[in-house]
């Protein structure tokens, strides 16, 4: 499965952003879709991630209330909608894509797209 992540970009604090996740040649069909975040000199975090079979999902808790993971009308898309952005959410945001169901941990993921970068600015 090859990913695009999209849609990154310049805002300021409390903008709101939209992700895309898009897959090629393929459709997510029984895969899990994450996203992720890494900042300068952090490690990579989770995010949320969304179940594309049953639209089931979860979400780290710096993302809940804020972010919300969702399915394309397109069966190889997932989106990331961003609100309410600070400071510490500006990173280069992943998506990536695993059979191990709702999982949070960076290593369950076996494909990965490039990521696009999300700044916000004060």
């Known amino acids: 499965v090859q990913l695009q992540a999209s849609g990154g970009g310049l805002v300021q604090v409390g903008d709101s952003l939209r992700l895309s996740c898009a897959a090629s040649?393929?459709?997510?069909?029984?895969?899990?879709i994450g996203w992720f975040r890494q900042a300068p000199g952090k490690e990579r975090e989770f995010v949320a991630v969304?179940?594309?079979?049953?639209?089931?999902?979860y979400y780290a808790d710096s993302a809940k209330g804020r972010f919300t993971i969702s399915r394309g009308n397109a069966k190889n898309t997932v989106y990331l909608q961003m609100s309410s952005l600070k400071p510490g959410d500006a990173a280069r945001y992943y998506c990536?894509?695993?059979?191990?169901?709702?999982?949070?941990?960076?290593?369950?993921?076996?494909?990965w797209g490039q990521g696009t970068l999300v700044t916000v600015s004060s």
């Open positions: 969304i179940n594309w079979s049953r639209g089931s999902t």
């Open positions: 040649g393929r459709t997510f069909g029984p895969y899990n």
């Open positions: 990536a894509a695993t059979l191990r169901g709702l999982s949070r941990w960076p290593n369950d993921y076996t494909y």
